[in-house]
């Protein structure tokens, strides 16, 4: 038993030190490794199976509102980075050049793709010359690479994995309507795939993308009680087809400037996912995202007969989930403590008296309750086990993150909640970007949006200056 135990021993309790539990779910579950770059990490394959299960999904939802995909280069020129002034300004500090080719140096630098808002602009110059060429709604999958000074797995590292739409449209409210299409499709995937409630909103001045006339947001709430941005929608106005020269002749002969937009997602999804459901004993994965939904684990399985029959369980189950078997020599102790740091959502353990009573046991991860489905269920009764551990665990973030939402409707207020209550803090502000700078500055604590469906006026006054305000903002700290 002491073996036994050993894998989650290695953890640290998230009670003890947040931080260092998430590194450590991060690493047992095998989910990366450091690589000798500093700042990058490798992506294993339990990590990487996530991702893919991500960008399909996303994927299919995106090509059902006509994204088409594209890929643009890796390397931007500094001239053309250099067009748009306030674009540049915000990514200037985790920008990465290049400045040699092979032995020689280069006549321009290179700028390694932090975002390819410029290559698209540059691109659509070229290919929009009339309204029938417009909408173009495109997409890339791809990585980038951002300097930042301190990184942690999946959360923020040098180079990381997204995807980026970038589209193109006549009118100002067909740009509109993308940005806000894209972000609700967004949250829609986090709450219905990856089980993660998130509040809708715009960002402040502050906050939003550099460039952009507009940015939208979703924000999660992790088990600690800070914030994480998961997902981002840009109106860009007609900003960037003024400096890129993106004109195009309408129906009525004249030029005009197309609107634009941006949209994204990246794989800090999967430390979401690791940081909303984790617990001491590691991963907990929704279904709906999990690589393998079903290990089926053999108890006894030097026995006569039970190996072939668990081969064929997982047989049946993998026509109606993604089912693995378990068929190593190591113990079945050993083989439970493994699927649950895991995050595998149900376990099916089979052994010789539950043959010969035509039924096995069902282990689910996030309640650890025992099922008790006869044999000739199996097919039935695991998807229905599945979908209601997918619905229990997107209402127990819920609720966790409702019950982590707190009021202050005046700075002492602020402050004791930012200090003693981890958590969302609602509170009105009066738009003045120094209220905004002193929240920062004193307590560490940003706005995270402006939210669309709750826009409670609970005080007259800003919860900072306590001059007149009418904006309700969602306030925390964040990753």
């Avoid at 394959?45 to 006509?66: H, M, S, V």
């Avoid at 173009?136 to 999958?141: D, G, M």
């Avoid at 923020?156 to 972000?183: D, P, V």
């Avoid at 958590?423 to 949006?449: H, N, P, Q, Y």
Wanted: proline share 4%; with cysteine; aromatic share 10%.
């Amino acid at each position: 038993m002491a073996k036994e135990k050993k894998l989650v021993e290695a953890i640290t309790s998230m009670e003890e030190d947040f931080a260092q539990w998430y590194t450590d779910v991060v690493k047992k579950a095998e989910l990366m490794d450091y690589s000798s770059v500093r700042g990058c990490m490798i992506f294993k394959p339990a990590g990487y199976a996530i991702w893919e299960n991500i960008q399909k999904e996303l994927d299919r939802r995106f090509k059902e509102t006509g994204v088409e995909n594209v890929y643009m280069p890796l390397f931007i020129p500094e001239s053309l980075l250099e067009k748009e002034k306030d674009h540049v300004e915000g990514f200037a500090p985790e920008v990465a050049w290049v400045t040699q080719g092979g032995l020689n140096e280069l006549p321009e630098r290179l700028c390694v793709r932090p975002t390819s808002e410029t290559l698209f602009c540059d691109f659509y110059k070229n290919i929009v010359h009339s309204y029938r060429d417009l909408p173009k709604v495109y997409n890339q999958w791809c990585s980038v690479v951002r300097w930042e000074k301190e990184t942690r797995p999946f959360l923020r590292s040098r180079e990381f994995l997204w995807q980026e739409g970038h589209t193109a449209h006549a009118t100002a409210e067909e740009a509109k309507e993308r940005t806000i299409q894209m972000l609700n499709l967004y949250a829609d995937f986090c709450e219905q795939v990856l089980a993660i409630p998130v509040i809708r909103g715009q960002k402040t001045e502050k906050e939003k993308f550099a460039g952009a006339e507009a940015t939208y947001t979703i924000e999660a709430l992790m088990h600690d009680g800070k914030a994480l941005q998961s997902g981002t929608s840009h109106n860009f106005g007609d900003g960037f087809a003024k400096a890129f020269g993106i004109q195009y002749t309408d129906k009525d002969n004249t030029l005009k400037y197309v609107h634009q937009t941006s949209w994204g997602m990246t794989t800090r999804l999967i430390g979401a996912l690791i940081m909303v459901h984790g617990d001491n004993d590691g991963l907990v994965l929704p279904p709906h995202i999990a690589p393998v939904q079903a290990m089926v684990i053999p108890i006894q399985q030097h026995r006569e007969g039970v190996l072939d029959k668990a081969e064929e369980v997982r047989e049946r189950l993998g026509k109606v989930c993604r089912a693995k078997l378990d068929d190593s020599d190591k113990s079945p102790g050993w083989k439970f403590s493994e699927q649950e740091m895991r995050g595998i959502p149900v376990r099916v353990e089979l052994g010789p008296k539950d043959i010969e009573a035509g039924k096995c046991v069902v282990v689910r991860r996030d309640t650890r309750e025992k099922i008790e489905v006869a044999l000739d269920e199996l097919e039935v009764k695991v998807p229905e086990i599945l979908e209601t551990i997918q619905k229990d665990m997107y209402e127990r973030a819920k609720k966790h993150r409702d019950a982590h939402i707190w009021d202050a409707h005046n700075y002492d207020e602020f402050k004791d909640i930012a200090e003693n209550k981890p958590g969302f803090i609602r509170g009105m502000w009066c738009e003045d970007r120094a209220c905004e700078d002193k929240i920062k500055e004193e307590l560490a604590v940003t706005s995270r949006c402006m939210p669309f469906e709750d826009q409670e006026q609970i005080s007259d006054v800003c919860v900072c200056c306590g001059k007149p305000a009418h904006k309700l903002v969602y306030w925390g700290k964040a990753y």
